[in-house]
């Protein structure tokens, strides 16, 4: 229950620190503004102060488990070029994009060759008709990706690689907010550029990566305590 009760803790304390939702843009929420108030900022620093040595924890953490997922990458990109990080990274890089201009142009079916079938057609039904219902759009711009860091691998035993996954912590420098298309008027969110992560999850499917699962930022935590599941696999040098 205690320890329970501290992860409730950081996770509140980094959705204040990074003004951020539960899960921004692609993934269905918009990017909060909580520290722009004396009353936030004054939380915030409450936090900051009784919560420090639990957030260089969680830093340490995940700063570990990214140098070990780092580490098994390597070892299982011998065996297939597909665990390349820095093909990895440019898959990912490429993803993100598409799939955030994909969603501010409330159409996710033209990037649905770069997600899972049930993740793509299961974002459209909860969030994006649910808010054309409701006469309102989701604006996303990107600015620019500021990093992506590996968290969690599990390679399969097939010869292909298929089903593997990985989880990626991207964040991005970017605009989220909502809008009433009647008068154009902001219903929530706001305009300026955030620096916002997101938990990115993708799976190896017909000799390509595509997202499975898009999550918050705070989640990154859960997916640093797991151990990845690294299994020597035939040689097979198909990129990703």
Known sequence: MKRNAILILIVLFFIILGNEPIMAAAGGSIAKAITKSFWGKLLLFVLSVILLPLIIWVYLKEYFAVKKTMKDLQFLAISNRAFD????????????????????????????????????????????????????????????????????????????????????????EMQDYLVRLSDNMIVEGDKEFKEVESVWTFIYKKGKW??????????????????NVVSAIPVNNQTA
């Open 85 to 172: 990080w820095l093909s990895l990274k440019m898959r990912a890089s490429e993803v993100f994009m598409r799939v955030q201009i994909a969603w501010d142009k409330n159409n996710i079916e033209e990037v649905s060759e770069w997600m899972d079938d049930w993740y793509w057609q299961n974002q459209k039904y909860i969030h994006l008709e649910k808010w054309e219902e409701k006469g309102q759009r989701n604006i996303v711009n990107i600015k620019k990706i500021t990093d992506i860091k590996p968290l969690y691998v599990q390679s399969s035993n097939s010869q292909n690689a298929e089903d593997s996954r990985v989880i990626l912590s991207i964040e991005a």
């Open 210 to 227: 595509v997202v499975q699962n898009i999550e918050e930022g705070s989640t990154s935590l859960i997916y640093s305590k797991m151990e």
